[in-house]
């Protein structure tokens, strides 16, 4: 069975920093394509950035473009979200997703971690 946990969700000041983790069991990540999605109150999910199983960096959502950073750890089966430069616009649910190559949806989740910026 597939398991995602994420972590590292919190409360910030505006401009602050805060880096989420999403460890796998079940599902080696660097075989798979992942990605950081978030939802915001009253809007719908959006993705966030993608990672590919070669460890490419596939797809930024523009309002993130230059302040988030998504990287992976293989050993730990583990990816990262860096996220510096927070904006108020940035608070959301954060979940982390997997999918198989070339799929088109996600077919596993995680239960998702609250970051909360403050003006």
């Known amino acids: 069975q597939v398991q995602l946990v994420e972590s590292g969700g919190g409360l910030v000041q505006a401009g602050g920093s805060l880096r989420l983790s999403c460890a796998a069991s079940g599902r080696t990540f660097s075989s798979y394509t992942v990605g950081w999605c978030r939802q915001a109150p009253g809007k719908e999910r959006e993705e966030v950035v993608v990672?590919?199983?070669?460890?490419?960096?596939?797809y930024y959502v523009d309002s993130v473009k230059g302040r988030f950073t998504m990287s992976r750890d293989n050993a730990k089966n583990t990816v990262y979200l860096q996220m510096n430069s927070l904006k108020p616009e940035d608070t959301a649910v954060y979940y982390c997703?997997?999918?198989?190559?070339?799929?088109?949806?996600?077919?596993?989740w995680g239960q998702g971690t609250q970051v909360t910026v403050s003006s």
């Open positions: 997703a997997t999918r198989r190559r070339g799929a088109g949806n996600y077919d596993y």
């Open positions: 990672i590919s199983w070669s460890g490419s960096i596939t």
